[in-house]
């Protein structure tokens, strides 16, 4: 692993906002959504961030409940899913192969965010995007250039992120 690289938002965020589905991991439920939802303050969150894998047993949980997801189209005539209002988004980056605990079974998170300086997460950067033309290349008929965007993420208050962590497939 390197030391420079993003350590992703689940490092920044602090443990009382993390709600646990077992000590090993536990079955996704409605009640832990809402705890998650619930942990996001003032309001609710502004976006819920999942796997694919975490998505399908979410939408499945709904189902059996009797109760469908909300869906609408979103600006780019996508299909947009929605639990409680809160917009659903898929992460390919979150794993589904975090072990909890000693049992050896692999656990997935959800994130719960508001974004923006005082409520809770946003990005940053540095000097904007930078192109360095590094010149021609002596193989082949072509340039090369070096393009450099320095960025980060802060979280400005700790009530503006919270995620269920151990949730099983």
Not at 58 to 87: H, K, M
């Amino acid at each position: 692993m390197d030391a420079k690289s993003f350590d992703g938002i689940q490092k920044a965020i602090p443990a009382g906002q993390v709600v646990s589905a077992g000590t090993n991991g536990g079955a996704l439920t409605l009640d832990l959504m809402d705890q998650l939802v619930d942990r996001v303050l003032p309001g609710k969150p502004e976006l819920l961030c999942m796997s694919k894998r975490s998505r399908r047993k979410l939408s499945s949980l709904r189902r059996a409940s009797g109760n469908l997801l909300e869906t609408d189209v979103d600006a780019f005539g996508q299909r947009a899913l929605f639990y409680d209002g809160i917009p659903i988004v898929t992460d390919d980056f979150i794993p589904d192969t975090i072990v909890q605990g000693t049992s050896g079974a692999v656990t997935s998170s959800i994130y719960a965010l508001k974004f923006g300086m005082g409520a809770g997460v946003m990005g940053l950067e540095h000097g904007g995007i930078q192109a360095e033309p590094l010149g021609e290349l002596e193989t082949k008929d072509a340039t090369r250039t070096r393009i450099k965007w320095y960025t980060g993420l802060a979280v400005f208050s700790e009530l503006g992120v919270a995620r269920i962590s151990g949730v099983l497939p």
